[in-house]
């Protein structure tokens, strides 16, 4: 069955800009989180969306937002874009009881200049 | 609260060696764990999981891994490495219940040594 796919794989927007990355999980999947991966802080929990209500939300400032579809499809958005939000941003999905673990796309790497 | 740490953030090791990356967790509340392995530009790929059950767990690729309650660690194993397996391995912990996410270790980066 497909995995989960991200788009686009790579964005360079420019400081002060906003962005949307895309996440489609694996079918029959309902829950979807986000991940942050940067060199110094490592994969940080951006927020977990299940049936379209944010579930749970990490420490991120309030310029990183998401939402999640009816049909599962989860977008983040982020706001007012600063050089430190350049990182590989990642997506999993998994299913609610998470004994299948988590499925992780290839992720989108943002570069802010 | 939760944390991971992973205790080796590089480990070479020479082809057809073994290998060992160690993990240990400390959480409240019960948790699965996972490994992880991130190749260069990609995300990250299930290795193993540990929900219950027996305490020595299988994987792709060759990898196990043993989980240890009393020291509360999942230390991942390999026999035998080969070049392919050059690569960041990341050892993370999950709730059984409730907030449905994965705290993640700092990442080992193993470098298989020709």
């Known amino acids: 069955k497909a995995g989960v796919t991200q788009t686009p794989r790579y964005l360079i927007k420019t400081r002060g800009q906003q962005v949307t990355l895309s996440c489609s999980p694996i079918?029959?999947?309902?829950?979807v989180s986000w991940y942050q991966q940067t060199p110094g802080q490592g994969l940080q929990f951006l927020f977990e969306?299940?049936?379209?209500?944010?579930?749970n939300k990490g420490n991120f400032p309030g310029r990183f937002s998401g939402r999640q579809f009816s049909n599962s499809r989860s977008e983040m958005n982020v706001s007012t874009l600063e050089l430190g939000d350049s990182a590989l941003y990642l997506c999993?999905?998994?299913?609610?009881?998470?004994?299948?673990?988590?499925?992780f796309g290839s992720g989108t790497r943002l570069t802010v200049v | 609260a939760q944390s991971v740490t992973q205790l080796d953030s590089q480990v070479p090791v020479f082809e057809e060696a073994p290998v060992e990356l160690r993990c240990n967790y400390s959480?409240?509340?019960?948790?699965?764990l996972f490994w992880y392995v991130q190749y260069p530009n990609q995300g990250l790929q299930l290795l193993l999981k540990?929900?219950?059950?027996?305490?020595l767990v299988k994987g792709i690729n060759g990898f196990e891994a043993e989980f240890n309650k009393s020291q509360t660690s999942f230390h991942l194993r390999k026999p035998s490495v080969h070049i392919s397996d050059t690569a960041e391995y990341f050892c993370?912990?999950?709730?059984?219940?409730?907030?449905?996410?994965?705290?993640f270790g700092t990442g080992t980066r193993l470098t298989v040594i020709p």
């Open positions: 999993a999905s998994s299913l609610v009881d998470r004994v299948g673990g988590y499925t």
């Open positions: 079918s029959g999947h309902r829950s």
């Open positions: 969306y299940f049936s379209e209500t944010q579930r």
């Open positions: 959480s409240s509340v019960s948790v699965y």
């Open positions: 540990y929900l219950s059950g027996s305490t």
């Open positions: 993370a912990v999950t709730h059984q219940t409730g907030a449905n996410n994965l705290f």
